[in-house]
């Protein structure tokens, strides 16, 4: 299966070769969830992301460094539970539940 997304991200100070002013590493996944994993780690890390859609892969995607929370946040809408639906675990740990 081919790469349809990437995510670019910073290479720490200690790891800079000479002569490169801001040096970059990018690195290839089959699906955004994948991506996200990683982009995760390297953001808590402190270093900017930058993500997206490989061509020619539709919709494509840009996800800029300034807006890598958002996505971080951002759930797959498979994952998203559907209007009006509360999971049963919330359910039970409501106030109304009990009552």
């Given at each position: 299966m081919n790469?349809?997304?990437?995510?670019?991200?910073?290479v720490?100070k200690p790891?800079?070769?000479l002569g490169?002013q801001?040096?970059?590493?990018t690195?290839t996944?089959?699906?955004?969830?994948?991506?996200k994993e990683l982009?995760?780690?390297?953001?808590?890390?402190?270093?900017?992301?930058?993500?997206?859609?490989?061509?020619p892969h539709?919709p494509k995607?840009?996800?800029?460094?300034?807006d890598v929370h958002?996505?971080?946040?951002d759930?797959?809408?498979?994952?998203?539970?559907?209007?009006?639906?509360?999971?049963v675990?919330?359910?039970a740990l409501?106030?109304a539940a009990g009552a």
């Open positions: 790469s349809t997304w990437y995510v670019s991200f910073e720490p790891l800079k070769r490169r801001i040096p970059r590493a690195e996944f089959q699906s955004e969830s994948e991506g982009a995760r780690v390297k953001y808590a890390t402190g270093l900017k992301i930058n993500a997206g859609t490989i061509n539709e995607r840009a996800i800029a460094w300034t958002r996505w971080l946040d759930m797959p809408e498979q994952e998203k539970e559907p209007a009006g639906n509360t999971p675990a919330e359910l409501s106030p």
